[in-house]
Structures are given as structure tokens and as C-alpha cells.
């Protein structure tokens, strides 16, 4: 992301791109497509608006060993591990019609990898690492995670494993995650740079960013910057939880305290409850009745607001006759606080723009779900009961204000898009003092 903002600040034309994704988060592009929050947040880091050539193929956990293949943003098939690798072949070759449609558009393309490029056993089913560099002859950055420990090894490991090709194209190494004095690693880069034969880029400290976490292990480094607290927010998070950048401006508040709820507690010392999105609702669902979270949201007196598949909850009933959302065709009994039922069909609802909810005449937001509501499709308001299919709606200013301001008079509320931008500036920068930027542009002009 940071490199992204870089180069476009250096007047590049930049577009961001990772071959194969596996997260549950996920955004819809202008072409209203479907690829991963990471490479929209890497877009938008460069300026440019997110496409689906920036993450060709995307795999979302369906539960039950299986995964959720996504092709050039469109849902392809649900299959097994061993299915999706006897169908590499055809996914390298999307790969590598997008990668080569962005190298013509962009000036630079900034191709992510995934885990380590030298594991062996798996180099013929590799698309994020390997197959890219090898089949484009990129110039190729190694990062080292210091955080870790053991960064020497795993950089020494690395380049004698490597293709000879990759080793050939190797620029420089990246050591990620420093803590602590940096001036306690100066003889550290001296070793990469002298016995190992590569130069060191930068070393990085680590920083952690409070937005469009990956995937959900990222949930444990959110930073809440609390201030005086007006507001108290309970997070349900169930197993299945997606799309959680929903919670970010939240996270980002200083004046609203979250929490996120994934066992039983009650509920009402909270001044409000959201739903989350989820990509098992069915199964989440049964979870918050064995969990008695269930019953305690039908009894709180509380606003509660339902997000997408938090949002399908709220509903009498759920029904996915075709296992469109689950492993077999089922049926579950939702809360019953929304006088409507949901029925899981194709085609998947992908869309981005404006939208026209809870009197509001333009709400920013994108939608991504195959779950239909014949009352109340688009979004649901009656007392302090509240939902919507759209994701990104807290982060209109206004609407998220009003609807807080509701809660507790005293929020003085903030705006987020220009606390978005300046982190991310922000970001880059400290980025930029770290590297050298200079080295890198030379080697990609060569």
C-alpha cells in the first residue's frame, strides 16, 4: 500500500495487484466486480479506481473444507483444495491476462506475494509468487518479517532456494516489523549486504494501520484512539464475520468505545449493538442461539443495527434451498425483529455508488450478497431497530453523526474520509524515509 502511494506521488500511473487472495473481506469494483479489500485499499493508496485485473482470483472460506473460487470478480464454483489446484492451469492463464493488461495501461504494476516464494513443494501451484515473476521477468523485492525472529536464516534460506532467474531479477530485501532502536540493526544490514551479496532496501518499523485489515487474525492489531467516551459499541463477532472494515470508522472514533462480543455476556451495559457482516449467516446464526447471545439481543432494549448478513439476521427467516451460502441447502429462524424473510439465489448482487436510504438522498456504499429481501431489500429503520445490504454506510459522515448524535446527544462527531487520507499519507511517508525509493526506481528502469 505504501509503495503504492509512493510511486503516484512521484506522478506514476500505479495500479496494485495480487494474483490470488484468500480473505472474506472483500469490495466491489467499478466494473462491479468483486476482488479484496487489501488490493481496493492499494487503489486507492495509488489513486486509481479499483478493478478487477487487481485481484484476478479471490478464495472466501465456504466452510466444510471448501472454498468460494472467484474469477475475474465473478463467482466461478465452490470446491475442495485438491479441485481448485487440478484447475491451476486455467487460473494462471486469467492471471496472466490481467497482469498483462494492467503492464499496458500503468506505468508500474506492484505485484504482492503471498507467504514464502521457496516452498518447494508447491512452486506448480503457486499464482502470487513464483508464476508471476518467472512468467513476466519482473523485478522482484524480498521482505523479511523481523517480527518473527530468525531474519537472517529465513533471508539467507530464501536466496539459495530461489529460481535462478528470481535470484538474477532480486533488487534488494525489505526487513519488515522492526521494533525497538533502529540503530541496534546497522550491523544486521551489513551482514544481508555483505554475506549474503544483496542489498538492503529499508527496514521498516512496525506501524500498525487501523483500516481494511486483511483477514481476521488481523482483527487482534486494530488500535482503538479513544478519547472522551460518549458511545459504547458491542461487535457481534461470530465465527463467520466478514467485511469488518465496516467497524473501522468506529475503531477510528475517539469517541466511541468498541468491543467485540464473541462469547455470551450481557448486553446492556452497551449504548449499541451491530451485526456484522458474515459469510456463513446460517451457521453464525445457530451459533448465537448455542452461544445465548440469541435471546439476549431479542430482550435488549437497545438501538441494534444489522450490516449485510447481520442485517439478513434481523428477519423472521433464511432460507438458501440451493447451498448457494452453505455446504447443503438449509433453513434457519432469524431474530424476527424485521417483518421479512430472506432467500439466498443467483445471480450474487455486486454493485457500488450512491444510494437513496434512511431519508438520506445520497449514501456512498456497495453492496455484495445473494441474500433477497422482498420487503425490504435495500435497508430496514423502525425504532431501534436498524439494517442495511450496503456495507460503507457509517462511513458517510452525515448518516453516521445523525445516527450516533440520536444515541447520545453529546457526540461531537468527525470526519472520516480526511482521516482515512491523512493516515494513509501518513503511512507512505514514514514509509518513504525508510527506503530507497531512488534504488528501486533505478532497477525498474533498467
Known amino acids: 500500500m505504501a509503495l503504492c502511494r509512493i510511486l503516484a506521488d512521484r506522478g506514476l500511473s500505479v495500479a496494485p495487484f495480487k494474483a490470488q487472495n484468500v480473505s472474506n473481506n472483500s469490495a466491489v469494483t467499478v466494473e462491479n466486480r468483486e476482488i479484496a479489500r487489501a488490493q481496493c485499499l492499494q487503489a486507492e493508496a495509488a489513486r486509481v479506481l479499483p478493478s478487477y485485473l487487481f485481484n484476478p482470483v479471490l478464495l472466501k472460506s465456504h466452510g466444510q473444507g471448501l472454498v468460494q473460487v472467484i474469477v475475474n470478480g465473478l463467482v466461478a464454483t465452490h ?8 484447475n491451476i492451469d486455467a487460473l494462471k492463464l486469467e492471471v496472466r491476462r490481467a497482469f498483462a493488461c494492467l503492464q499496458k495501461q500503468y506505468d508500474v504494476v506492484i505485484a504482492e506475494g503471498a507467504g514464502s516464494p521457496v516452498e518447494l513443494n508447491l512452486l506448480q501451484q503457486d499464482l502470487a509468487n513464483t508464476f508471476i ?142 451485526l456484522p457482516g458474515s459469510k456463513t449467516v446460517l451457521r453464525d446464526l445457530q451459533w448465537l442461539k448455542t452461544q445465548g447471545l440469541y435471546q439476549e439481543i431479542l430482550t435488549l432494549q437497545k438501538p441494534i443495527f444489522g450490516l449485510c448478513g447481520g442485517y439478513q439476521m434481523l428477519c423472521r427467516e433464511l432460507h438458501d434451498p440451493d447451498a448457494l451460502e452453505h455446504d447443503v441447502a438449509s433453513y434457519a429462524s432469524g431474530l424476527g425483529l424485521i417483518d421479512d424473510d430472506v432467500v439466498y439465489q443467483q445471480p450474487k448482487i455486486l454493485a457500488r455508488g450512491s444510494y437513496e436510504l434512511f431519508s438520506y438522498s445520497a449514501l456512498s456504499g456497495y453492496e455484495i450478497h445473494c441474500g433477497r429481501l422482498n420487503r425490504y431489500p435495500l435497508f430496514y429503520q423502525a425504532g431501534a431497530i436498524a439494517g442495511t445490504h450496503v456495507h460503507g454506510v457509517f462511513d458517510n459522515d452525515e448518516f453516521r453523526n445523525d445516527y450516533l448524535r440520536a444515541i447520545n446527544p453529546q457526540y461531537q462527531g468527525y470526519c472520516y474520509t480526511v482521516y482515512r487520507e491523512q493516515a494513509i499519507q501518513a503511512f507512505a511517508d514514514s514509509v518513504r524515509q525508510e527506503l530507497d525509493i531512488e534504488g528501486i526506481l533505478t532497477a525498474l528502469s533498467q
Open 79 to 86: 470446491q475442495g483444495v485438491a479441485d481448485y489446484y487440478a
Open 133 to 274: 515473476a518467472s512468467h513476466f521477468d519482473t523485478a522482484n523485492i524480498l521482505v523479511a518479517d523481523i517480527e518473527r525472529g530468525g531474519v537472517f536464516a529465513s533471508i539467507y534460506g530464501t536466496l539459495e532456494l530461489l529460481a535462478p532467474q528470481l535470484r538474477d531479477n532480486l533488487i534488494g530485501v525489505v526487513v519488515n516489523k522492526f521494533r525497538g532502536d533502529r540503530r541496534f540493526f546497522y550491523e544486521g544490514e551489513k551482514i544481508i549486504a555483505q554475506r549474503f551479496g544483496v542489498p538492503v532496501l529499508g527496514v521498516l518499523p512496525y506501524m500498525p494501520l487501523n483500516f481494511d485489515l486483511e483477514d481476521s487474525q488481523s482483527l487482534n492489531h486494530y488500535q482503538q484512539r479513544l478519547g472522551a467516551i460518549k458511545i459504547r459499541i458491542a461487535v457481534i463477532a461470530y465465527p463467520g464475520l466478514s467485511n469488518y472494515n465496516d467497524l473501522d470508522v468506529f475503531m477510528a472514533d475517539e469517541e466511541v468505545y468498541v468491543e467485540m462480543v464473541n462469547y455470551y455476556r450481557p448486553l446492556d451495559s452497551f449504548d449499541m449493538v451491530v
